[in-house]
């Protein structure tokens, strides 16, 4: 599951986004490709950045953010004051704001741009995107790292391209290097390396092509921090499709050569994700 924070003063254009984000799993992009497959998406709509800089210090995390630009501004009590943005829905298109060259004044104008400053900074797991109905932020955006632009009013072609670039930024972030906790040193591994994880208790080995290693962690930890291409096959086994030669009904064989057993609840969906990550292979 994939984790979306959508920041808008605008409850109706948050709104709209996120009813477009929840329909596109499966669906084609502008370019004809299929979108990358994910299982589906938990969506979290916020009025302000405050709110959900609130929700990041409580141990909310999300994988991907949409920031609106222009937010409402703030008053001196908190309460967001309006923004100037007005409301324009073009045919075809989901609720959105519009405008030309204005941008927030004032002592508390705190832009998106702002936002991400602030709540994400550099080497951020989170990848963004921002959002806008205004023409005057293209090049102020580069100030942040940031996956795509995403103009309003929502079509859902354009929708679709920039969850699947933010989506593909996030794969490759999980494509970086991990650092294990051992005892007394950190053991640095690539994902590519890993063949695959196995829990007892609250100990996990991971198997990888050189050694085996154990760390004291949770398989619903580590799994946020691999590829997409790590599928959980068993409630004690997360493998690395890419390290998988054959699949029959009880288990996965490997290239290595050794067998990780499939539960029966999880060996359609296992299926499914082999056939999925062979299929992105070939693009």
Same mark, same amino acid.
Do not use: W
């Given at each position: 599951?994939?984790?979306?924070?959508?920041?808008?003063?605008?409850?109706?254009?948050?709104?709209?986004?996120?009813?477009?984000?929840?329909?596109?799993?499966?669906?084609?992009?502008?370019?004809?490709?299929?979108?990358?497959?994910?299982?589906?998406?938990?969506?979290?709509?916020?009025?302000?950045?405050?709110?959900?800089?609130?929700?990041?210090?409580?141990?909310?995390?999300?994988?991907?953010?949409?920031?609106?630009?222009?937010?409402?501004?703030?008053?001196?009590?908190?309460?967001?004051?309006?923004?100037?943005?007005?409301?324009?829905?073009?045919?075809?298109?989901?609720?959105?704001?519009?405008?030309?060259?204005?941008?927030?004044?004032?002592?508390? /104008?705190?832009?998106?741009? +702002? *936002?991400?400053?602030?709540?994400?900074?550099? =080497?951020? @797991?989170?990848? %963004?995107?921002?959002?806008?109905?205004?023409?005057?932020?293209?090049?102020?955006?580069?100030?942040?790292?940031?996956?795509?632009?995403?103009?309003?009013?929502?079509?859902?072609?354009?929708?679709?391209?920039?969850?699947?670039?933010?989506?593909?930024?996030?794969?490759?972030?999980?494509?970086?290097?991990?650092?294990?906790?051992?005892?007394?040193?950190?053991?640095?591994?690539?994902?590519?390396?890993?063949?695959?994880?196995?829990?007892?208790?609250?100990?996990?080995?991971?198997?990888?092509?050189?050694?085996?290693?154990?760390?004291?962690?949770?398989?619903?930890?580590?799994?946020?921090?691999?590829?997409?291409?790590?599928?959980?096959?068993?409630?004690?086994?997360?493998?690395?499709?890419? /390290?998988?030669?054959?699949? +029959? *009904?009880?288990?996965?064989?490997?290239?290595? =050569?050794? @067998?990780?057993? %499939?539960?029966?609840?999880?060996?359609?969906?296992?299926?499914?994700?082999?056939?999925?990550?062979?299929?992105?292979?070939?693009?």
């Amino acid at each position: 599951m994939v984790t979306v924070a959508i920041v808008d003063d605008r409850a109706a254009d948050a709104e709209a986004l996120a009813r477009l984000i929840g329909e596109l799993p499966g669906t084609a992009l502008p370019d004809g490709r299929p979108s990358r497959p994910v299982s589906s998406f938990d969506i979290r709509t916020f009025t302000s950045a405050d709110e959900l800089a609130q929700a990041l210090s409580a141990g909310y995390d999300p994988d991907l953010a949409f920031i609106d630009i222009v937010l409402a501004e703030e008053d001196e009590t908190g309460r967001a004051a309006a923004s100037g943005q007005a409301a324009s829905t073009a045919p075809g298109a989901s609720g959105a704001a519009e405008g030309t060259d204005a941008r927030p004044e004032g002592p508390h /104008a705190a832009t998106g741009i +702002d *936002a991400v400053e602030r709540l994400f900074g550099l =080497g951020a @797991r989170t990848q %963004v995107v921002y959002v806008s109905g205004y023409d005057s932020f293209h090049t102020q955006v580069y100030r942040t790292h940031h996956a795509a632009y995403l103009e309003k009013p929502f079509n859902r072609a354009d929708v679709a391209y920039a969850l699947e670039l933010a989506l593909a930024a996030l794969e490759r972030s999980h494509e970086e290097p991990i650092a294990f906790r051992l005892k007394g040193a950190d053991r640095v591994v690539r994902p590519a390396e890993i063949l695959y994880l196995e829990s007892n208790l609250h100990v996990v080995r991971v198997h990888t092509r050189r050694d085996t290693f154990e760390v004291y962690s949770k398989l619903a930890d580590l799994v946020q921090q691999l590829p997409a291409r790590f599928a959980r096959c068993h409630q004690s086994f997360i493998v690395n499709l890419a /390290a998988v030669a054959s699949l +029959d *009904a009880t288990g996965i064989v490997l290239v290595t =050569g050794e @067998r990780v057993p %499939v539960s029966r609840r999880m060996r359609a969906g296992v299926r499914q994700a082999l056939f999925a990550y062979l299929r992105a292979c070939r693009r």
